[in-house]
């Protein structure tokens, strides 16, 4: 049976996007509701973990599991993203209801036909860094779960642009997967020093829900099309979302999980991120000496290169907004 998905993505996007997702707000709760009653429409049961952090109110994880012929026992693929904004992110369309709206259309191609592994979809709270830090719906998740599945899937921005010449990219952090592949995308597989350079402590430690399953030693994947210049801010709305690129995605992940879990590790290659220099020194507004050393040195680049990297980078995305991509 062939199936479309892109009518549902956008039809679960306009749904979750009709008011920001901030925790206790009428469009956090409403959003829970039309997770909720979108897996009980695909004929899950639904399951929720609540938790309630210091400082903020009652939080709630949501999950539906999808269990193998083989069984309930075996241990499965988790295929996750946050379904909450920050404050400052408006509607968060990208940030993060695309996760949302591909492993809801995940979940009705899996409930048609099922993989062999076990899947669970789970939709976290609190990913974003509110008062006491973020990660908190993943982290109440993993501590009590982690140990039933043996590889996680995190999804966190996956439907825009991160700058021009890489519109059809996406990155690939952790070592559960081999690059992913798909004749209109390009999957850049990156050592994971180059979305954290300052390490776990640091600013810019831990980015996304993956990280609570890493420490407890689960393979991961971590899928983004990265943080464009619209990123938390109020411009992160449905104009910026490329609907076909998310339907690749879909297309991509579902081929890849019906395939089950590898068992041997894939490790990310620095020659992706000097893919990843060459592309972002195409547009003129970002070039530097910095990445041109970068570019060149052809070897890890050091700690300091990399924040320099992320500084530079990020920087101008922000300053030079969607003009980039006029030039
Ligand atoms: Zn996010």
């Given at each position: 049976m062939t199936t479309n998905g892109s009518s549902s993505l956008s039809e679960h996007m306009k749904a979750l996007c009709r008011a920001p997702r901030t925790p206790g707000s009428p469009g956090y709760l409403e959003s829970q509701i039309y997770i909720c009653e979108t897996l009980q429409s695909l004929g899950f049961d639904v399951l929720e973990q609540r938790f309630s952090p210091l400082l903020v109110g009652p939080s709630l994880n949501i999950y539906a599991r999808l269990d193998s012929s083989a069984g309930s026992s075996e241990k499965g693929i988790l295929l996750g993203g946050h379904y909450e904004t920050l404050?400052?992110?408006?509607?968060?369309a990208d940030d993060n209801a695309s996760a949302v709206a591909v492993i809801l259309e995940l979940a009705r191609r899996f409930k048609e036909n099922p993989p062999a592994t076990p899947v669970t979809f789970c939709f976290f709270d609190l990913e974003e860094n509110y008062r006491l830090g973020g990660l908190r719906g993943s982290e109440a998740f993993a501590s009590h779960f982690a140990d039933r599945f043996q590889e996680v899937i995190i999804l966190d921005?996956?439907?825009?642009?991160?700058?021009p010449h890489m519109e059809s990219a996406y990155f690939q952090f952790g070592d559960s997967r081999p690059p992913l592949q798909h004749s209109d995308l390009e999957f850049m597989h990156l050592p994971i020093k180059v979305l954290?350079?300052?390490?776990?402590?640091?600013?810019?430690?831990p980015r996304s829900d993956y990280y609570a399953f890493r420490k407890r030693g689960v393979p991961y994947t971590f899928l983004s099309s990265g943080t464009p210049w619209?990123?938390?801010?109020?411009?992160?709305?449905?104009?910026?979302?490329d609907f076909e690129k998310m339907e690749k995605l879909c297309e991509v992940l579902e081929k890849e999980i019906y395939k089950g879990c590898s068992s041997t590790p894939h490790i990310p290659s620095w020659n992706s991120f000097h893919r990843l220099t060459e592309l972002i020194s195409k547009t003129p507004q970002l070039q530097s000496k910095e990445l041109q050393l970068m570019m060149e040195r052809?070897?890890?680049?050091?700690r300091l290169q990399m924040v320099r990297f992320h500084i530079q980078v990020l920087k101008k995305l922000r300053e030079f907004g969607p003009s980039l991509w006029a030039a």
């Open positions: 404050c400052s992110s408006g509607v968060g921005l996956v439907g825009g642009h991160f700058a954290e350079p300052l390490g776990a402590w640091g600013s810019m430690g619209y990123y938390h801010t109020e411009n992160d709305n449905l104009d910026r979302i052809k070897a890890e680049p050091d």
